[in-house]
Structure formats: structure tokens, C-alpha cells
């Protein structure tokens, strides 16, 4: 008696230990993704779930037939990509998708140029997603071409995958909130096929400036204090910031392109130089970056 205790007693802690370590996986996977908390909790708790509900699978109890298929609204560069590519990695390492791989998708991948051609080319893409995430930006653009688009075709093909391949492969799609609500009406089953709407707001000026040091650091750059100072102070004053993480990006890189001329005039260079960004630095790249828009 006192064994069999001892045992029970033994696997209780053992799942615990295990569900913790699901938790922390499903946490870590988000630490470093700025702002949008009502994104991650949202994602999070899909997680959860889907983790849940297989562990009920295992103990012999009910389970429901779960929907991971999702809608993704919001601006470019709101990170709704990068969103895709965390759900993708991190449902791998739980063991919900055996590959976990992002296939990334337009309307030219899935729209053929002759009748039959768009059902092949929209089966094959949903084929090389199987096991991963399939993510098709500005799905709306499936829409866009009228009653005798072959269009249609690929969202009536996509429709019936996901439901027949459902647990196979997740689909998300993406686009403006606006041409979204247009582009579900075009199927009257496909938004009950997406049981996750997320909306992805512009970031706020201090999200953005967290990107950028999150940037910087991941390329192995530090930004000195009065550099860090004149990036936010830059960025506040810029008329052009629409709250997306393009912006940054393509900013953070002619920053880095400024400390790399400065660098290039030093007779020596040490490993802390070629790291530390300045605030010069800072100053120069923003100048080229206004003047290359100016020029555009």
C-alpha cells in the first residue's frame, strides 16, 4: 500500500514538472515580442489548450474537435508574420505540429491562369504546408478580381482543405481589417472556418523604440545612453513614423550603415568599437533615411 502511495504520489509531481515546463515554453516563445499583450495572452492560451486537449486524449477523456485555423487584421509591419512564425515553432516543440514550418503565400501562388490550373496549384501549396503553418498575406487580394476570377476557385479550394485537413496544417490569413470583412463575404463558410480573430493595432512609439534596441541588440550593436536618448527623441519628432515595424527596420539599418563609414575612418578598430553605436551614429543614419523618402 504504501509503495503503490509512494508511486502516485511519485507521477503527480512528474506532471506537474511536465505542465510547467509546457508553460514555460509557451511563455518563453513570447518574451521577446514587443508590445500587443492582448495578442500574446490570445495566442498563449491557444496554446494552452491545444496542450490540454491532448493530454485529455491521453487520460481516455473528452476532447473537442479543435480549430487552430486563424485571421490575422491589422497594418503592415505589426507583426503578424512574426506572430505566424512564433505559433509555428513553438506548436512544433508541443508536439502539435509535427514540422512546424511557415510556408508563406500571395495570391500568385495560389491563383492559376486557366480553369483546373488554381485547384492543383492552391492543393499543392496547402500539400507543402502540411505538418506547418500555410500564412497568406493580403488574402483579401483572392477577391479582388470579380465573379469570374479564378480567385474564387482558390478560396472554395482552401475552404475544403481546411476542413478536411484540419489537424494537418494551420491556416492563417492576413490583411487590413476592411478588406478582410469584404473578402470573407466572397464564401458564406469560410469565416466559420477561423475560430481566432486577432487584431494587430499599430505599435506605439514606445513599442517601436523597443523593436529598434531589441534590433540592434540581436545584431550584436549597443546603443551608447545619448545615442538611445536620440533615437526615441528622433522618432518622436519624425513625421513619418506609422507605427509599424518596417519603419524600424529599414531606420536601425541606415544607423548601421552610418557607424559603419564612421568606423572605416579609424586607423584601428576594437571589438567595442565595431559594437557601440553613437548618438552621431544615430543622428547621420535618420538624415539619410528622411532624405532617401524625400527622394523617392
Not at 486563424?70 to 503578424?80: H, Q
Request: glycine share 8%.
Amino acid at each position: 500500500m504504501n509503495g503503490q502511495v509512494k508511486f502516485i504520489i511519485s507521477q503527480k509531481h512528474s506532471s506537474e514538472q511536465i505542465e510547467s515546463q509546457e508553460w514555460k515554453k509557451i511563455d518563453r516563445a513570447f518574451k521577446q515580442f514587443v508590445g500587443l499583450d492582448h495578442i500574446k495572452d490570445a495566442l498563449k492560451s491557444l496554446a494552452a489548450w491545444a496542450v490540454v486537449n491532448q493530454k485529455r486524449k491521453e487520460f481516455g477523456l473528452k476532447t473537442e474537435k479543435q480549430s487552430h485555423h486563424m485571421l490575422f487584421y491589422g497594418n503592415p509591419g505589426t507583426g503578424k508574420t512574426t506572430a505566424a512564425r512564433i505559433m509555428a515553432d513553438l506548436l512544433k516543440e508541443l508536439n502539435i505540429l509535427e514540422k512546424g514550418h511557415l510556408v508563406e503565400a500571395e495570391r500568385a501562388d495560389l491563383v492559376g491562369e486557366y480553369i483546373g490550373h488554381t485547384a492543383v496549384k492552391t492543393r499543392e501549396l496547402i500539400k507543402r504546408a502540411e505538418g506547418g503553418i500555410l500564412f497568406i498575406d493580403e488574402a483579401y487580394s483572392l477577391s479582388r478580381g470579380g465573379e469570374k476570377d479564378f480567385g474564387r476557385e482558390a478560396i472554395d479550394t482552401l475552404v475544403k482543405h481546411m476542413e478536411d485537413r484540419s489537424g494537418h496544417f494551420i491556416c492563417i490569413l492576413a490583411g487590413y481589417k476592411r478588406e478582410m470583412h469584404g473578402f470573407l463575404r466572397m464564401n458564406t463558410g469560410l469565416k466559420s472556418r477561423f475560430a481566432h480573430i486577432l487584431y494587430f493595432p499599430d505599435y506605439s512609439l514606445q513599442d517601436l523604440n523597443t523593436i529598434a534596441v531589441n534590433m540592434f541588440y540581436s545584431k550584436d550593436y549597443q546603443l551608447s545612453r545619448h545615442a538611445s536618448e536620440r533615437l526615441l527623441r528622433s522618432m518622436r519628432e519624425m513625421d513619418d513614423v506609422s507605427g509599424n515595424g518596417r519603419f524600424v527596420r529599414n531606420l536601425t539599418e541606415f544607423i548601421i550603415r552610418s557607424q559603419a563609414v564612421r568606423l572605416l575612418k579609424c586607423e584601428e578598430l576594437t571589438k567595442k568599437d565595431c559594437m557601440m553605436i553613437s548618438e552621431d551614429d544615430v543622428v547621420k543614419g535618420i538624415e539619410k533615411y528622411k532624405k532617401e523618402k524625400q527622394d523617392q
